[in-house]
């Protein structure tokens, strides 16, 4: 993001799909122009625990 990438970008050069990847976009796309790592790291993490609930 910092580097102006879309999302499909940052996918592909993770050789990820963007349906994998939306998730943690979002998040940090919601923390910009911050980017706190431990902020974001939280909320990925209790997003992946809310969602095997």
Not at 1 to 29: C, F, G, H, W
């Amino acid at each position: 993001m910092q580097k102006n990438k879309t999302l499909e970008q940052i996918a592909d050069e993770l050789e990820e799909s963007v349906k994998d990847i939306r998730p943690i976009y979002d998040i940090v796309k919601k923390h910009a122009p911050e980017y706190d790592v431990d902020v974001i790291t939280t909320e990925v993490l209790e997003t992946r625990e809310n969602k095997k609930e």
